[in-house]
């Protein structure tokens, strides 16, 4: 089946450094991809799509510049959080959809940022 | 605008109990999809079942079943004789598309199922 890699799993970072996370369509091509964030504790919330050959579309409230999005290929799109903050720590999630037999949304095992 | 709301913030239960997920969802459109989702522990979401609008039938996938009624706009999930690997956070979400767009999710119910 298909399958969505992450990496890191985890990362540690000092405020101000900024973070790059991979998400990776092993076995499919997607030329859309989210990111969602959740906080401990709280619902997934979607920060981003990802589109394949043109800008990310962000969703209300969240900044621009600050998660910087690339979908730099069929299979691979990044979130880089620029001047990484302590609220900016949470649990990054992404996913592709797949138009195989089961046609679901792939999710992405997690990335976990600490930011100190 | 979508919303989906999980009513039910922890649930606990002892092991081999029948146990309901609630979730009721409000959308617009004529044509959406619906979701739930299991997150254990390792924080990585499993795929439990996809419901277009037009399907109202009940499934049953195991110990798993799903009742969803339009009438009340819900979407609620029971788990029969449950077990202590179903303690996970359960999540219902809401698409416009079946697979190609944005999910919607609900607050997530905790769910501990004690030996």
């Known amino acids: 089946g298909a399958v969505v890699s992450q990496h890191p799993s985890w990362v540690i970072c000092k405020s101000g450094t900024s973070v790059k996370i991979e998400c990776r369509s092993l076995?499919?091509?997607?030329?859309?991809m989210f990111w969602y964030r959740q906080f401990p504790k709280q619902s997934l919330m979607l920060m981003a799509t990802s589109n394949e050959g043109s800008k990310a579309t962000y969703e209300q409230g969240v900044e621009k510049d600050k998660f910087l999005i690339n979908h730099a290929s069929l299979t691979l799109s990044t979130l880089t959080v620029t001047s990484a903050h302590p609220e900016d720590s949470s649990f990054y999630i992404c996913s592709a959809p797949w138009g195989g037999i089961r046609r679901e949304q792939y999710f992405g095992p997690g990335t976990r940022l600490t930011v100190t | 605008a979508q919303k989906v709301t999980q009513a039910q913030t922890e649930i606990s239960v002892v092991e081999k109990e029948d146990v309901t997920l609630d979730c009721v969802y409000e959308?617009?459109?004529?044509?959406?999809?619906l979701f739930w989702y299991k997150q254990p522990p390792s924080g990585e979401l499993v795929f439990l079942i996809r419901?277009?609008?037009?399907?109202?039938q009940n499934e049953i996938s195991g110990r798993y079943s799903w009742n969803f009624q339009k009438s009340t706009s819900s979407f609620n999930f029971t788990i029969t004789a449950s077990q202590v690997v179903d303690s996970a956070v359960y999540f219902c979400a809401l698409s416009e598309r079946e697979y190609g767009n944005k999910l919607v999710f609900g607050a997530g119910t905790i769910l501990r199922v004690k030996s």
């Open positions: 419901r277009n609008s037009f399907d109202e």
């Open positions: 959308t617009r459109d004529t044509t959406y999809y």
């Open positions: 076995d499919f091509q997607a030329t859309t």
